[in-house]
């Protein structure tokens, strides 16, 4: 699964060298934010679309995958939270249309935008369910061409659309993304769906409604308040220095999503099922020191490569940042303890400990928030990885004590049971 994983990044990675450097040349520091914007949007839609239920069905899937009735009861419930997600996001999107423009691109230009969004929302949240269905399954190989699939199809139109109309071309094409994903999902993956969800049983009922709503209240502080707070960030930035030192630390994250992608399919594709069949302390210590003997150091081996080759990377990618060099140290540091701190964290989706991962939730975004707003005065756009780095220090820890106290809790009802 690693090396297929790998694979499929890498070829990514390559691709992506000459495709950000083509969007960032064109665009400029300032557009290259504003499209930072549309894709926290993108995310932000990606868990409210669904309600939020992708780990949830990645959990149940892993479970009940050889009971087909429990299956029809957990899919119908989607149906329902995905039906109703899409009406919700629509009505807000096209209603609220002029205000998100001035919220995510400081100007209300890109109205049209928004309201194209609100179209393809029904793809964001079907692609979303089948995707949850995809990694609970750990169809690997379906889920790497799929991936593959569907990102050299985007990269496709992207390029197309950036060389006609520029940002407005760049904005259009990520906002057809969705679309173009739940195609190459279903051509992909059709027969497989077809076997596990028998879609002319589907009811308006939702059976699953208690088991998914802490997963939709996890989602909604790991993904929606997440990409507020990124966007929050980036308005941060620009009312302190300018919008081009946005679009800078922009370019920075999206070098850092792009490698940490490695790992976010890892955890969806293995990690949570792993977990959620683990219920000793034993075991879970046991998968926890295989995960990070086989990830960790080839993780930490490949951030060593990043940052000696930074300026490379600057120069491929981001000729006209020289800027940006500084600030590598601080976002691969912090990505490399996050790393560490979110295999932990994890334990906390599989078994719905939805209080412990609120709470650290919510101390990793308002460390974040906190750190970056103060730093910036002193340190400048340098202040926000600074930040990225401290906030992950303090979440290590924290987790990891919270972990020790749920089986240490889980130790003693055995015991008295």
């Known amino acids: 699964m690693t090396s297929l994983n790998a694979a499929v990044i890498g070829i990514r990675l390559i691709i992506s060298l000459f495709v950000q450097r083509e969007i960032f040349e064109i665009v400029g520091k300032a557009g290259y934010a504003k499209i930072g914007s549309l894709r926290n949007l993108m995310q932000i839609l990606t868990s409210v679309t669904s309600f ?21 009861k957990l899919f ?13 996001s629509i009505v807000f999107l096209l209603w609220f249309a002029e205000p998100m423009s001035e919220h995510f691109f400081f100007t209300k230009d890109y109205t049209f935008v928004i309201k194209l969004v609100a179209l393809v929302v029904p793809c964001i949240a079907i692609q979303r369910v089948f995707n949850g269905v995809v990694n609970g399954l750990s169809k690997y190989k379906h889920f790497a061409k799929i991936e593959m699939g569907a990102y050299l199809l985007s990269v496709g139109l992207t390029l197309y659309m ?17 679309a173009i994903q739940l195609s190459v999902m279903i051509v992909f993956f059709v027969k497989v769906l077809r076997e596990y969800v028998q879609f002319s049983k589907l009811k308006f009922k939702v059976p699953y409604v208690r088991n998914l709503m802490a997963f939709a209240l996890m989602s909604f502080f790991s993904t929606v308040l997440l990409n507020q707070l990124e966007i929050e960030i980036r308005r941060i930035i620009t009312l302190k220095i300018t919008e081009d030192a946005a679009g800078v630390w922009t370019g920075l994250t999206y070098v850092s999503k792009n490698y940490m992608v490695f790992s976010n399919a890892l955890f969806t ?26 990830l960790l150091p080839l993780f930490g081996l490949g951030m060593l490569l990043v940052y000696f080759g930074r300026h490379i990377i600057i120069y491929m990618i981001y000729p006209d940042a020289p800027e940006m060099a500084p600030l590598f140290k601080w976002q691969l540091l912090g990505d490399f303890v996050r790393l560490a701190s979110l295999i932990l964290a994890h334990q906390f989706i599989a078994k719905k400990l939805v209080g412990y991962f609120i709470a650290t939730e919510l101390l990793s975004l ?20 600074m930040a990225h780095f401290l906030r992950f220090i303090i979440y290590f820890v924290v987790v990891f004590f919270l972990v020790l106290r749920y089986f240490k809790l889980q130790d003693r009802k055995q015991n008295t049971a």
Do not use: M
């Not at 949830?56 to 429990?70: R, T």
């Not at 950036?162 to 969705?178: M, R, W």
């Open 366 to 385: 308002g460390l974040f928030f906190g750190l970056s707003y103060y730093l910036v005065d002193d340190y400048g756009i340098e202040g926000v990885p």
């Open 52 to 72: 939020g239920v992708f780990n949830g069905i990645v959990k149940y899937v892993a479970e009940y995958k050889e009971d087909k009735p429990e299956l029809q």
């Open 76 to 88: 119908s419930t989607t149906f329902v939270f995905a039906t109703v997600g899409s009406i919700i």
């Open 162 to 178: 950036l060389y006609i109309d520029q940002l407005d071309g760049v904005l259009i094409a990520i906002a057809l993304t969705p």
């Open 269 to 294: 594709l293995y990690v949570i099922p792993a977990f959620a069949s683990i219920h000793t302390a034993g075991g879970f210590k046991k998968e926890v020191k295989n995960i990070y003997k086989t």
